[in-house]
């Protein structure tokens, strides 16, 4: 009995790991998950975080140094005894060397630093403004993003359907001559009809066993595609869940395609705003304490010294007005941008539309031929079974059907994918 029980687990294990079940919405969220620019939002928004921390710090917190910093100047004085080298001189009439008026001798230095901005809080509110519409600029890209491959996803998954489609209609197609097989047997064993004809029909079988191998590769190849869409390595075979989809309805709320438009429209007035705090008074304070001489030093020339520091913009060659000009025309631009596409989108849903219109006749007009081509079949079948009717005719019936059934399928299809299209411009 155990020998019987081994063989049959690893079979229903091999149907298990080659006949996995999968859906649309498996694929989309494999691909929003293995999505580089999905991740690259992610990050870029964790990047705008800390970006805007450091303005906050350098707007707002005070900046401490330590400075040090010491510049020789010795001069070579003259006497009636000859020339000294003099390290400073608190005064010379005749030397050699740097003035003393500029030198005053070096510089020593050895202190600590403080400047704190004073009108930090006013500016760090317009960063934070850029910063937060940053933020919604990369998340209306996620966004539309995930639209994309909706798409994108959707018109792959569709592909596979229709090869897994043109799969079972081609099965269907040999198990009906398959049927006509073992009749036609019977019938030549009989002499009602010929070897020949036999033949005839097996090698039509043949012929459509090789268009079954091809529509296996069409859908092996289909799912490849997929997979790499969705950034999957497995490679085992998949049975793919069949999917109706439906027109998305038109709603009277502004087209998020058109959100990007004015998320940019907000960047470019922000950075203008940005711009514009240089031309805005600056106000710091500023402290140090250490040592500043200029003669060697000594202990008692240790000190402290503070102060404010004031700047105000009054003129620069009216580079405030270029730039203002230039983020007009940007606005210009994007202006013209988004009434361009407004236009491609109803005229590209319009399209779809007329074209979905005409497939749905078409696909009345195949249908009905389908049912005639049905009751023609059986009309043959009975025929063949009494050999009324020549092989050869019965075999072209045959190619008729698998044609015209090619056809119904290929119509269904193609309304699918129009409406994918559809419901990506309808958004």
């Not at 020593?108 to 500016?123: D, T």
């Not at 998340?139 to 596979?160: A, D, P, R």
């Not at 069949?242 to 709603?251: A, N, R």
């Amino acid at each position: 009995m155990k020998r019987f029980i081994l063989p049959l687990i690893l079979v229903l294990l091999s149907e298990f790991v080659f006949s996995q079940q999968r859906d649309l919405n498996f694929y989309l969220e494999k691909a929003k998950i293995t999505s580089p620019l999905i991740q690259r939002n992610r990050n870029d928004n964790k990047i705008l975080d800390l970006d805007l921390q450091q303005t906050e710090r350098i707007l707002k917190n005070p900046t401490i140094d330590l400075e040090s910093n010491v510049l020789f100047a010795p001069i070579f004085t003259h006497t009636n005894s000859g020339s000294h080298f003099n390290l400073t001189s608190a005064g010379a009439d005749n030397y050699s060397g740097y003035d003393l008026g500029i030198t005053n001798g070096g510089q020593y230095q050895a202190f600590i630093s403080l400047k704190q901005p004073l009108l930090g809080n006013m500016n760090y509110k317009v960063y934070s403004k850029r910063s937060e519409i940053s933020h919604m600029q990369n998340e209306n890209s996620t966004i539309m993003t995930i639209h994309e491959m909706e798409q994108l996803v959707g018109y792959q998954y569709i592909l596979c359907l229709k090869s897994k489609a043109q799969l079972k209609n081609e099965k269907e197609i040999i198990n009906l001559i398959d049927e006509q097989l073992g009749i036609m047997q019977k019938l030549v064993d009989n002499a009602i009809y010929k070897q020949s004809d036999l033949m005839l029909l097996q090698i039509e079988k043949q012929n459509e066993e090789l268009n079954k191998k091809s529509f296996e590769d069409d859908y092996k190849s289909n799912l490849y595609d997929l997979n790499l869409l969705c950034g999957l390595k497995d490679s085992v075979g998949v049975d793919i869940h069949e999917i109706d989809i439906q027109l998305k309805p038109t709603t009277n709320t502004m087209s998020k395609f058109l959100a990007s438009f004015k998320l940019d429209s907000l960047g470019i007035i922000a950075d203008l705003s940005i711009n514009d705090l240089k031309y805005k008074p600056q106000l710091s304070l500023f402290a140090n304490a250490g040592l500043n001489a200029v003669n060697i030093p000594t202990f008692n020339r240790l000190g402290f010294s503070a102060g404010l520091t004031f700047s105000w913009n009054l003129y620069d060659g009216n580079q405030r007005k270029l730039e203002r000009a230039k983020s007009s025309l940007n606005i210009n631009s994007l202006q013209f941008d988004k009434e361009h596409f407004i236009t491609q989108q109803e005229i590209n849903k319009d399209k779809i539309k007329n074209q979905m219109k005409a497939l749905d006749e078409r696909g009345t007009l195949l249908e009905n031929q389908l049912n005639q081509y049905d009751k023609l079949y059986k009309a043959y079948e009975d025929e063949l079974a009494h050999g009324l009717v020549s092989v050869m005719d019965f075999k072209n019936l045959l190619k008729d059907i698998t044609a015209k059934k090619q056809d119904y399928l290929l119509q269904k299809m193609e309304k699918q994918l129009l409406v994918n299209s559809y419901n990506y411009w309808n958004y």
